[in-house]
C-alpha cells in the first residue's frame, strides 16, 4: 500500500507538473494574416534593414585607404583582431555601434573610434576594449572617451576581466574635466584594487596618457617592431631636448620587455600577441560565481521571434498586448504573471532567459498609481529573492490630470522611482517604443544604471513626444497673443508646430540617441533574446548583494522622524480610540519602523519613562488635565501585559534591560531616566510614543470601555458617534495622521 501510495503521489505531481506548465505557457492571439499585422511587419522590417545597412558601413571602420595602409604593415584589422583573440564559438556582444554617428559635422567616427563588447576568451566572458587606428589614426574623441568610459564601467560592475594620445583639435573637450579621458586610468586603479584582472596588448603606438594604459594592467604584451609605450614622442623629445630618437629606441619592444621592464611578454607579430593574451587569460585561475539557478535544459519560445515585427510596428499610438512581445522572448514562452488583474497598464512576472530566473516588468499602457504600486511590489520582491530584472519599455508617462493627482500619482510614482533605483539586482532595459518622461525613470532608464540598455529601432526617447511639446509651445503662444490684441490663425499654428514636431522627432529617434551613448546599442528586435541571454550571463559574473531592508513603501522610515506636534499625537490618541481597525497590524508596523530607525548611541542606563512619554495623552489641546488613570496607575497589570514586549524590543535596542515577567515594574518605573539624557530622542521620541499608545490599547480594558485582544479588532462603544470601520486607504485620507501611518 505504501508503495502504491507514493507511486500515487508521484503521478498526481507529474500531472500537477504539466498542468501548471499550461497554466503558466503565454497563448498568442496575434492574426499574423491582419492588415494590420502585415503594415506592421513592413515598417519594422524597412527600419530594421536600415540599420543593417547603416551597421555594415560602420564595421568597416575608418577610409579604406587607412585600411589598406594598415594591413600594408602586417597589422590585423581591429575586427580581426576581435575574432582572432575571441574562442572559435564565441558570440561578440558589441556595445553602441552607433556611437558618434552624425555626431560630429563633416567628420564620420565610425563606432566613435573604438570597439568595445563582451566575448568568451578561453571560456571567461570578457570585456574587449579595441581601438580602431584606420579611424583618424586611432586618436579620441570625446565620443571615444565615452565610450571606453562605459566599457570599464560595464566591465566594473559586471565583475568582467578586460583587455584593451587624444585628438588635440578637441582637447578641452577630452582632457580635463572629470568624465573625460583621465578617468580611464582612475578606473583602471579601482578595478584593479577590486581584483578586476586587466590585460593590455599594444599593437601599435601609446603615447602620452595612453602609455598609462599597458602600464597599470595586470599584464601586458607588446609587439616587436610595431608597438610602443612613451610618455612623449620623438617630436616631442626632440622640441623639448633636441634629442634626435627613434620610436623603436625611445620606447619598443626590445627596450620595455629588457631594459626598462614595462611590459610583460614580448610578441612576434599581431596573432603571436592575441595568442599570448589568450594564454594570460586562461592562468587567471578565475572562477565563475553562481547566484541564481540556472536551467539546464532551455526550452525556445513557442511562436517565431520575427513576428515582433507584425506586432509592434512603428506607430507608437497603436496599442498592442506587451505579453505577445514577452511570449517570443523567454523560454518556452512561459511566463507567471504577478497580479495580472491589478494594474493592467503595467505587466509583471517571473520567466526564464537561457535558464536564468527574471522578473519582467513591462510597460501596457500609461502608468496608474495601482499600476506604480504594484510595480514596486514586484520590484521589490525580485530585489529580495536576488533575481535580475528585465525592463520593456514603452511609456508615455504617468496618468496626469485631476483624478490622478488626487489618486496620488505623484507619490505612488514616487514609490515606483525608488524601488528601481534602489534594486541592487541586475536590470537590463529594453526600449521597444516610446520612453518619455518621468516613466523613463520609473522603467529603469538610463539615469537608474542598467547594468545593460538597448533600444530597438522604431523606438523614441524624450521629455515628451514632439506634437505634445509643439502643443504647449502653441498654447503659449497663442496666449500671449491674444493678451496683446494680435489675431492668431491656423496658419501660423501650424508654421509654429512644425519644426517643433520635427526636431522632437529627430532629436528623440534611436540613432540621435544611441550617437550619443544614452544606451549601449541599437538591437534587431529578432535579436533581443540572445542579446538578453548574453547579458545575464555576463551579469551574473558579480556577486549579488544584500539589499537594504525596505517597507514596502519606500521612505516611511524617515518620513516618520519629522516633527509631530503634542496636538497632533493628542489627535491621534482620539483618532485610534475612535475608529475600528486592526490593531495588531498597526502595532507590527509601529513597532518594526521604530526598530529599523538609524542608529542611536547605545548607553548601558538608557531606557523610557514611561510615565513621561504619555504625558501629553493625559492632557487635552490646550493643556488641562484629564482624568484618565489608564495613563497614571503604572500598576495595572493589563496594561504592563501589553506593553512588556514592546519596552523589551526598545530597551535591548537602546542598551537597557531586558524585560521579564518578574523585573517589568521595575524596568517601567525605576530603570528608566528622563528623556533627555537619552541620545537621539528629539529624533525619535514622537514615534516612540505612537508606537506606546498602540501598544497600550491592545488588549486593554478602560474608561471608555475599550475592550480589545491583540489579532482582533477594537470595539467601539455604541454611545460613541461617528464609529466606522477604517481602512488602510482611508487612514491615509487623515491629514493629521498621514506622517504617523503609511503603509
Known amino acids: 500500500m505504501l508503495r502504491k501510495g507514493n507511486l ?61 595602409r594598415h594591413v600594408k604593415k602586417g597589422k590585423l584589422l581591429p575586427r580581426e583582431r576581435i575574432n582572432t583573440l575571441l574562442d572559435a564559438t564565441s558570440p561578440f556582444l558589441e556595445f553602441s555601434q552607433l556611437a558618434g554617428f552624425e555626431l ?87 578595478m584593479s584594487s577590486n581584483g578586476i584582472a586587466q590585460i593590455a596588448v599594444v599593437m601599435g603606438s601609446c603615447t602620452a596618457g595612453g602609455a598609462y594604459v599597458p602600464a597599470m594592467a595586470d599584464e601586458n604584451i607588446i609587439v616587436g617592431n610595431q608597438g610602443t609605450i612613451f610618455l612623449a614622442g620623438p617630436p616631442l623629445v626632440k622640441a623639448s631636448t633636441g634629442e634626435d630618437v627613434t620610436a623603436e629606441d625611445l620606447g619598443g619592444a626590445t627596450l620595455h620587455c629588457r631594459t626598462s621592464g614595462v611590459t610583460d611578454h614580448y610578441a612576434v607579430d599581431d596573432t603571436h600577441a592575441l595568442y599570448l593574451a589568450r594564454q594570460v587569460v586562461k592562468d587567471l585561475n578565475r572562477q565563475r560565481p553562481m547566484h541564481v539557478n540556472v536551467d539546464k535544459q532551455v526550452d525556445i519560445p513557442l511562436f517565431p521571434v520575427d513576428e515582433i515585427y507584425g506586432i509592434v510596428g512603428t506607430n507608437l499610438k497603436r496599442p498592442y498586448d506587451v505579453r505577445e512581445v514577452i511570449a517570443r522572448i523567454v523560454d518556452g514562452s512561459r511566463f507567471r504573471e504577478f497580479k495580472a488583474q491589478y494594474g493592467e497598464t503595467l505587466v509583471t512576472g517571473f520567466a526564464k532567459i537561457y535558464g536564468y530566473p527574471v522578473g519582467i516588468v513591462a510597460n501596457n499602457g500609461v502608468l496608474f498609481s495601482q499600476s506604480a504600486l504594484k510595480g514596486t511590489h514586484f520590484v521589490q520582491l525580485c530585489a529580495q529573492r536576488k533575481i535580475p530584472l528585465i525592463f520593456l519599455q514603452n511609456i508615455t508617462g504617468f496618468m496626469v490630470g485631476k483624478d490622478a493627482e488626487a489618486g496620488g500619482i505623484a507619490k505612488n510614482g514616487a514609490k515606483l522611482v525608488t524601488a528601481v533605483a534602489c534594486a541592487r539586482v541586475p536590470k537590463i532595459t529594453v526600449m521597444i517604443g516610446g520612453s518619455y518622461g518621468a516613466g523613463n525613470f520609473g522603467m529603469c532608464g538610463r539615469a537608474y544604471s542598467p547594468r545593460f540598455l538597448y533600444m530597438w529601432p522604431n523606438a523614441k526617447i524624450s521629455v515628451m513626444g514632439g506634437e505634445q511639446a509643439a502643443d504647449v509651445f502653441v498654447q503659449i503662444t497663442k496666449q500671449k497673443c491674444i493678451r496683446d490684441g494680435k489675431q492668431w490663425t491656423v496658419e501660423e499654428e501650424e508654421k509654429l508646430k512644425r519644426p517643433i514636431v ?58 516618520l522622524s519629522a516633527a ?35 542608529n542611536i548611541s547605545k548607553e548601558p542606563q538608557s531606557g523610557f519613562k514611561f510615565n ?48 521579564t515577567k518578574a523585573n517589568r515594574k521595575t524596568v517601567v518605573n525605576t530603570v528608566e531616566p528622563a528623556h533627555e539624557d537619552i541620545a537621539g530622542w528629539s529624533e525619535c521620541s514622537a514615534l516612540a510614543k505612537v508606537v ?52
Open 8 to 68: 500515487f503521489v508521484r503521478n498526481l505531481r507529474n500531472i500537477t507538473r504539466m498542468f501548471h506548465d499550461e497554466a503558466i505557457t503565454i497563448g498568442s492571439e496575434q492574426d499574423t494574416k491582419s492588415p494590420e499585422y502585415q503594415e506592421n511587419y513592413v515598417q519594422m522590417k524597412c527600419l530594421v534593414d536600415k540599420l543593417k545597412k547603416t551597421v555594415e558601413k560602420i564595421v568597416e571602420g575608418g577610409e579604406y585607404k587607412a585600411r589598406e
Open 692 to 743: 506606546l499608545l498602540c501598544c497600550s490599547t491592545v488588549g486593554s480594558k478602560s474608561s471608555r470601555g475599550v475592550n480589545a485582544s491583540a489579532g482582533k479588532e477594537v470595539r467601539v462603544p455604541t454611545k460613541m458617534k461617528n464609529c466606522r470601520t477604517i481602512s488602510q486607504t482611508d487612514l491615509l485620507s487623515h491629514k493629521k495622521t498621514a506622517l504617523q501611518y503609511r503603509y
Open 104 to 190: 560630429y559635422d563633416n567628420e564620420e567616427v565610425p563606432a566613435g573610434g573604438i570597439i568595445t563588447g563582451i566575448g568568451r576568451v578561453e571560456g571567461t566572458e570578457c570585456v574587449i576594449i579595441a581601438n580602431d587606428p584606420t579611424v583618424k589614426g586611432g586618436t579620441y574623441y570625446p565620443i571615444t572617451v565615452k565610450k571606453q568610459l562605459r566599457a570599464q564601467e560595464i566591465a566594473e560592475e559586471n565583475h568582467l576581466p578586460y583587455s584593451g594620445g587624444a585628438n588635440l583639435s578637441r582637447q578641452d573637450e577630452v582632457f580635463a574635466d572629470k568624465m573625460h579621458f583621465g578617468r580611464s586610468f582612475y578606473n583602471q586603479a579601482i
Open 502 to 559: 520635427e526636431n522632437f522627432e529627430r532629436q528623440g529617434s534611436a540613432y540621435y540617441a544611441s550617437a550619443r551613448l544614452w544606451d549601449d546599442g541599437v538591437i534587431n528586435p529578432v535579436d533581443t533574446r540572445v542579446v538578453l541571454g548574453l547579458s545575464l550571463s555576463a551579469a551574473l559574473n558579480a556577486p549579488i548583494p544584500e539589499n537594504v531592508a525596505m517597507d514596502r513603501v519606500q521612505g516611511e522610515k524617515e518620513s
Open 564 to 598: 509631530i506636534t503634542d496636538d497632533e499625537l493628542f489627535y491621534t490618541y482620539h483618532l485610534v480610540n475612535n475608529l475600528n481597525f486592526k490593531v495588531e497590524n498597526l502595532l507590527l508596523h509601529c513597532i518594526l519602523l521604530f526598530t529599523e530607525r538609524r
Open 612 to 659: 513621561r512619554i504619555l504625558t501629553v495623552f493625559t492632557k487635552t489641546p490646550g493643556g488641562q488635565e484629564k482624568n484618565d488613570t489608564r495613563f497614571h496607575d503604572s500598576n495595572d497589570a493589563s496594561k504592563l501585559n501589553n506593553v512588556t514586549t514592546l519596552i523589551s524590543l526598545i530597551t535591548k535596542r537602546l542598551g537597557g534591560p531586558a524585560v
